[in-house]
């Protein structure tokens, strides 16, 4: 119930100011509520700001799951503003809040924006490579089961010649058996060991026992890591820079600021007078 009057809440901000759309609808237009039009193009923005529904459902399923949200909203405003709500204190002091809120919180973005250059992300990715350390890697695959005997059927069979992945599907526990790349520290330490001592083609002649069961590791290939590339890395890049930009802006407002604190006892601390 919570989420939905949060949607709704959202959805009933979009529709203030709608925006024309085209080639959806009857012109543009998803519904009309007393005269008031709900533009397919308020929906479409909600739908590319919302990833998870896009995952799940294509804009046409969307926009029929969420239309009546839509229209209810209007209805609801349209209700709270006849009403007369606007008038009264409890909405001026919200809005007085939101306002605030919402002016800060575009200056501060406005604010990192400025700082987040394309050459300062270039320069924290030149300085991660340069820090780089390459290690090794292997690529495996692994079939798992729950006692010894099991594991010592399987390489008898892998000896006969039989096929890994036919008998991982046999056989195994983890049906997903293709572990991919991995460095040393990501697996527990038995796993690790076997893998890294055998070489590429090889798979375990012994099970390896590990906390979750006995495995028959098969070892594909081995291979130094090598740093991400910039567009791979680039929003940790960003999401770095901007806490970092972040933190310096408040730094500054405050170094500017005329504070005076005052104790729960009333008692007066001053900092930053200017």
């Known amino acids: 119930m919570q989420k939905k009057y949060a949607m709704l809440a959202v959805f009933s901000i979009l529709m203030l100011n ?15 509520v007393n005269g008031q039009k709900v533009m397919v193009s308020a929906i479409k923005d909600a739908y590319e700001m ?8 294509s804009f046409e399923e969307f926009y029929d799951k969420v239309l009546d949200v839509y229209i209810n909203g209007v209805m609801l405003y349209q209700a709270a503003e006849k009403s007369g709500v606007e008038n009264s204190p409890e909405y001026k002091k919200q809005l007085k809040v939101l306002k605030e809120e919402l002016a800060s919180k575009i200056y501060l973005e406005q604010q990192v924006d400025k700082k987040i ?30 006692d010894e005997k099991t ?43 076997a893998a890294f001592a055998m070489k590429k083609g090889q798979y375990s002649k ?15 290939d081995s291979r130094m ?23 310096d802006i408040f730094k500054e407002i405050n170094s500017k600021a005329k504070i005076v604190k005052y104790s729960y006892d009333g008692k007066e601390t001053k900092t930053n007078q200017k």
């Open 18 to 32: 709608p925006l024309n759309a085209s080639a959806a609808g009857k012109n543009g237009v998803a519904a009309e």
């Open 50 to 57: 919302n990833p998870a529904a896009q995952k799940q459902l």
């Open 117 to 146: 250059t394309q050459a300062k992300i270039k320069e924290v990715y030149n300085e991660y490579k340069e820090q780089f350390k390459p290690e090794k890697e292997v690529k495996a695959k692994h079939i798992l089961v729950s």
């Open 151 to 193: 594991a010592n059927e399987v390489i008898a069979k892998l000896k006969k010649g039989e096929k890994f992945d036919e008998l991982a599907k046999e056989y195994s526990l983890d049906k997903a058996s293709d572990l991919g790349y991995f460095t040393k520290d990501v697996m527990v330490p038995e796993f690790s060991k």
């Open 206 to 220: 012994a099970p390896v026992k590990t906390k979750f069961g006995y495995h028959v590791i098969l070892v594909e």
């Open 225 to 247: 890591t090598k740093p991400a590339d910039l567009k791979t890395v680039e929003p940790q890049i960003k999401m770095q820079l901007s806490r970092e930009a972040a933190n």
